[in-house]
């Protein structure tokens, strides 16, 4: 589609396409070595966790909030410290997932299925642990790709159209099987609710003004992170003070500073989590690349995926440290996978990719041959500065870590609930700078505390609140598209991408009856 | 002891914010402003706003906070705008014809067109008809051709957004050629792009900053200006070829109603050397904006006269709430 030689175009000077590559990273990373720039990758990485951290605080804000002070600079040196920023909030995320079952960001909302439990075990340290090495080893992944397989990944995003979107859609709703702990049809109606809310405001296509019941200020629809805090955050601040329930009264909850634990998951996670890796970092820089799905996405499909192929899907869920590690893997591959569209095409992949997209348009960069190219320079010198904030994550984020879990297992209750309260309130407010998001956050709480005594997990929702859009973005556009068609509804049904991603649906959905049907087979079998 | 101690340090600090809060009287501007941009970072608002930014601070002899107020397409920092106070420290990038198409298409958008009051209309980007480079159609008469041997409905035309440029230029360009072209809305011209370059669409109905930026991609087949821009020399305007369509995005930025004349003649002023900034009109055209001048009468004038063209499509259509 974009034409044979993508990659001869993007490396001009190339006949092997070699030669000039190893040129250019060599370049790179002369240019990253130098003293201002790995003070600014460590200043990045550590600002961009400590944003990721706080709820309320998405990975784009971090980057956006920091766009102006990159005026001043260099263009590499902006851009360098924009993407260790970037890399280090989608970390950051999982410590407030981890420690208090919030997401810190909506990429780490998988995080909080695995993480929390292990933290009210006495395992904080652990989850810290395998959320480190997983967003490392993840993110220095999706680098990789984004260096060395810039061209052809980006073709493939191009073939995603409207109908490819839906049916991702769609696969997105069969994770909802294996996020509900419990009961299915809670999880569907849950999803069910989640798209529901998904429509009040704008519609994407059309116009139409739905559900602002008469109120403008609605029109501006739920924001996910309004959402994820209440319904995953309130809850359990409510259940502390109602009932004395929760982390703090289970005597193990904490960090108990216990010898090698350091070593033991990191050399457990290498040593036999190679498969869960491998395929989470995958799952996470080809949903990179796709414009319009990030992390949000990722770590849930990757979290499904990991429990999919396990030996003891049961035990995920309960402080599982396989699922933290597929979660933080994916999310930080997403870093990477965006940028490749960005870079070659000038497509965001993901979100911060947005405003990363126009701080390159503002130092005159223009994203295609040019950047791999005459502006090669930059270009690797940032590439490879994201992988460096990739590893930079590890010390500061392990010694950071054990520090804000003994923190917050110390702190007393009395001063952890209103803390977080207003974190919360903070947070929820500072997305939009709109005080009806406060609102809106306080009465999903309520709803998500009720929902939980009645056995509805949170998890759904959120998915149906993330998917409902793109679903019906891509069905609406797709059925106008089809007006060439007998019916409109073919568009969906003929692209051979679309074949694929339907086959996937299937597989998700019908997956866990193959599992019933196995074991009625050998039970017939033994017999 | 220790009460009281920290009781007169929250009065003390509290007695701060509210004596910093109070605007002095002496002279405008006396402290720094607020610029709200109701679009996603990164998008042209956004843009413009940081190419403008420096220049602004010079010329207005004060800080300039930019902050973002996204949602509903515009319509809740425009709300936002109308309730604020009206005395010129809080002022809001607008849009044409969003804020005259949501107002009417919407019934009730939190705000009145004309609770916005113009200071400055400093850019507009006209549409632009754009297929990919290897697209069969070479020119105008290729595609409208096309779109009349075939059902109508075939042709898809993507764009950004509903109620939007993009989406009104297709609708005129249907009327004046006499042809049924599908427009199918994009969150943002960042997603209609990828639609285009993946082949999704036939066609996209886009600003004249994508026929800068996509040159070695897209083939522009004609530019809904009244003059060919010096940036793209080579694309026929719509009138050149026999359709009379001029229509485009403005962009500017405006004040609450019951902002004082002086204070918005101010504005205008500094927002007019501003643009005429030869740094400020280099970064605009490289982009592909085309720079307007317009203050505060003219805008007003432009508003009124696009409000009255745009009811009668819109009636035609019958897209207007009641």
Same mark, same amino acid.
């Given at each position: ?527 | ?45 956004? +843009? ?5 930014? *420096? =220049?602004?601070?010079?010329? $207005? @002899?004060?800080? #300039? ?118 427009? +199918? ?5 960042? *997603? =209609?792009?990828?639609?285009? $370059? @993946?082949?999704? #669409? ?121």
């Amino acid at each position: 589609m974009a034409g044979p030689g993508l990659r001869a175009r993007l490396l001009p000077d190339a006949e092997d396409g070699g030669f000039p590559m190893l040129d250019y990273l060599w370049l790179g990373l002369q240019h990253l070595l130098t003293f201002q720039n790995l003070l600014l990758v460590f200043a990045g990485t550590v600002m961009g966790m400590i944003a990721g951290a706080l709820p309320g605080i998405t990975a784009t804000m971090a980057v956006a909030v920091l766009v102006p002070f990159t005026f001043t600079m260099s263009p590499v040196a902006g851009l360098v410290t924009l993407g260790a920023v970037y890399m280090g909030a989608i970390y950051g995320g999982s410590f407030s997932a981890i420690l208090i079952n919030t997401p810190g960001t909506p990429s780490s909302i998988g995080t909080c299925f695995d993480g929390y439990p292990m933290a009210c075990q006495g395992r904080a340290e652990e989850a810290i642990v395998a959320a480190t090495v997983g967003s490392c080893l993840g993110g220095l992944f999706g680098v990789v790709c984004l260096i060395f397989l810039s061209p052809p990944l980006a073709d493939i995003a191009l073939k995603f159209g409207p109908a490819e979107y839906f049916w991702v859609g769609v696969f997105g709703i069969t994770i909802i099987s294996s996020l509900s702990s419990g009961s299915v049809l809670k999880g569907l109606v849950g999803g069910c609710f989640g798209a529901l809310i998904s429509t009040i405001g704008i519609a994407p296509i059309g116009g139409d003004v739905r559900f602002t019941f008469g109120f403008p200020a609605m029109q501006g629809g739920v924001e996910l992170v309004v959402m994820l805090i209440g319904l995953f955050c309130i809850p359990e601040l409510l259940s502390l003070v109602v009932k004395g329930e929760g982390m703090k009264t289970r005597s193990e909850y904490g960090y108990t500073r216990t010898k090698g634990v350091l070593w033991k998951t990191t050399r457990h996670i290498v040593l036999h989590l190679q498969g869960n890796l491998w395929r989470s970092s995958i799952i996470g820089t080809i949903i990179g690349i796709l414009p319009g799905a990030g992390g949000n996405i990722a770590n849930l499909v990757a979290y499904n995926e990991a429990k999919r192929a396990s030996k003891t899907p049961e035990k995920f869920g309960t402080g599982f440290v396989d699922g933290v590690v597929a979660t933080e893997t994916s999310n930080n591959a997403v870093v990477g996978g965006g940028m490749i569209p960005l870079l070659t095409l000038g497509v965001p992949g993901a979100p911060p990719d947005a405003v990363i997209y126009g701080v390159l348009m503002l130092f005159g960069l223009q994203p295609g041959p040019e950047l791999f190219s005459t502006k090669a320079d930059i270009t690797y010198t940032f590439m490879l500065g994201v992988g460096l904030s990739a590893i930079v994550m590890v010390p500061v984020g392990i010694y950071g870590g054990r520090l804000l879990a003994r923190f917050v297992a110390k702190l007393s209750t009395a001063y952890l609930v209103p803390g977080i309260a207003i974190l919360t309130m903070v947070g929820s407010y500072a997305i939009r700078n709109n005080f009806l998001d406060v609102i809106l956050m306080l009465v999903f709480g309520f709803i998500g505390f009720g929902l939980r005594r009645l056995n509805f997990s949170a998890a759904p929702i959120v998915l149906g609140l993330i998917l409902g859009p793109l679903m019906e973005t891509g069905l609406v556009r797709a059925y106008l598209m089809g007006m060439a068609y007998p019916s409109p509804w073919f568009t969906l049904f003929v692209n051979p991408l679309s074949w694929i991603l339907i086959a996937l649906c299937a597989i998700s959905f019908l997956w866990p009856y193959f599992g019933s049907m196995k074991e009625r087979l050998q039970g017939s079998l033994k017999e | 002891m220790k009460k009281i101690a920290v009781g007169c340090v929250v009065l003390v600090a509290l007695l701060a914010v509210a004596w910093t809060g109070e605007s002095s009287a002496a002279g405008f501007p006396s402290k720094p402003l607020t610029y709200m941009i109701c679009f996603d970072p990164a998008g042209e608002s956004d +843009i413009t706003a940081r190419i403008q930014e *420096s =220049a602004l601070k010079k010329y $207005l @002899g004060q800080n #300039v906070v930019i902050t973002y107020k996204i949602g509903g397409g515009g319509s809740i920092c425009w709300s936002e705008l109308t309730q604020s106070k009206p005395d010129g420290y809080t002022i809001a990038g607008h849009n044409l014809p969003h804020i005259i198409l949501q107002p009417m298409e919407r019934g009730n958008a939190g705000y009145k067109t004309l609770d916005l009051k113009n200071i400055y209309m400093f850019e507009s980007t006209p549409n632009l008809l754009v297929v990919r480079n290897d697209s069969p159609f070479k020119t105008l008469k290729d595609f409208i051709e096309y779109a009349k041997k075939n059902p109508p409905g075939v042709v898809t035309v993507g764009g950004s957004g509903t109620s939007s440029a993009n989406d009104l230029g297709t609708t005129m360009l249907n009327k004046a050629a006499g042809i049924k072209l599908t427009y +199918i809305p994009f969150g943002g011209t960042g *997603s =209609a792009v990828p639609a285009l $370059l @993946g082949g999704h #669409v036939t066609a996209l109905m886009t600003y004249s900053t994508m026929g800068v930026q996509y040159r070695g991609k897209f083939r522009a087949l004609a530019i809904a200006s009244d003059k060919r821009m010096s940036v793209l020399k080579d694309v026929p305007t719509f009138r050149e070829l026999g359709y009379d369509i001029v229509e485009g995005a403005y962009r500017g930025v405006a004040a609450p109603a019951g902002t004082p004349d002086d204070v918005i003649k101010h504005l205008a002023g500094v927002f007019d050397k501003v643009m005429r900034d030869p740094e400020v009109q280099k970064k605009m055209d490289q982009q592909g904006f085309k720079t307007e001048y317009m203050g505060p009468e003219a805008s007003l004038a432009l508003v009124k006269k696009k409000t009255v063209e745009y009811e009668a499509i819109m009636k035609e259509l019958g897209r207007i709430k009641k």
